[in-house]
């Protein structure tokens, strides 16, 4: 389940997030993937990871990014 582009995100990273934030986002979800994803081990296992992942992926981003209230659109923290 790794993303190998951004076109393969969820939509509503796509429709909110900027690029930049976008590949922030595929890249700490992918880590998180392949650190927890082990199907062998446990069968839902698989949902567990993709749950964690996305959450990890928007922390991730929220570190760097802040939602516009406005627009629902994310910008870079300390713009004007």
């Not at 749950?51 to 923290?77: L, S």
Request: charged content about 30%; aromatic content about 12%; overall charge neutral.
């Amino acid at each position: 389940m790794p993303y190998e582009k951004l076109i393969d995100l969820p939509v509503n990273v796509r429709a909110h997030l900027p690029e930049n934030a976008q590949e922030i986002y595929r890249a700490s979800f992918n880590s998180i993937w392949e650190q927890y994803n082990h199907e062998e081990e446990w069968p839902h296992r698989v949902t567990w990871a993709a749950v964690r992942a996305h959450r990890i992926a928007w922390a991730v981003v929220k570190e760097q990014y802040e939602k516009d209230e406005k627009t629902g659109n994310w910008r870079k923290k300390n713009q004007s």
